[in-house]
């Protein structure tokens, strides 16, 4: 299993860029998916995540109404667009999968069994 997440950059503040996670060795419309990330000198921490039917959804409430998590269960993908971005988005960017649930409100339930090398993302200010 492998899942190769891309797309990560400099860009100025109020910017946007689209991560993506791709995946080989696992059906991502199977599993649920999460987005986390590790800023320097910090923990990594849970940023987004979608369930294996898309029916559900989370976002930490510093990127509410920033970011969009969606899949492209064709395409064994999922997204991640971040518009809006602040310098406090800088961080290394993982997906995650694998014996996880994306509970609304909350988000990840369990510990991801595969996880991706992630994608850097700065923001300059």
């Known amino acids: 299993v492998q899942l190769q997440a891309s797309g990560g950059g400099l860009v100025q503040a109020g910017g946007s860029l689209r991560i993506s996670c791709e995946a080989s060795?696992?059906?991502?419309?199977?599993?649920?998916i999460g987005w986390f990330r590790q800023a320097p000198g910090k923990e990594r921490e849970g940023v987004s995540c979608?369930?294996?039917?898309?029916?559900?959804?989370y976002y930490e409430d510093s990127v509410k109404g920033r970011f969009t998590i969606s899949r492209d269960n064709a395409k064994n993908t999922v997204y991640l667009q971040m518009n809006n971005l602040k310098a406090e988005d800088t961080a290394v960017y993982f997906c995650?999968?694998?014996?996880?649930?994306?509970?609304?409100?909350?988000?990840?339930?369990?510990?991801?069994?595969?996880w991706g090398q992630g994608t850097l993302v700065t923001v300059s200010s």
């Open positions: 060795g696992i059906t991502l419309a199977y599993n649920t």
């Open positions: 979608i369930s294996n039917t898309g029916g559900s959804t």
């Open positions: 995650a999968t694998h014996r996880i649930l994306c509970v609304p409100g909350s988000g990840v339930r369990g510990t991801p069994g595969y």
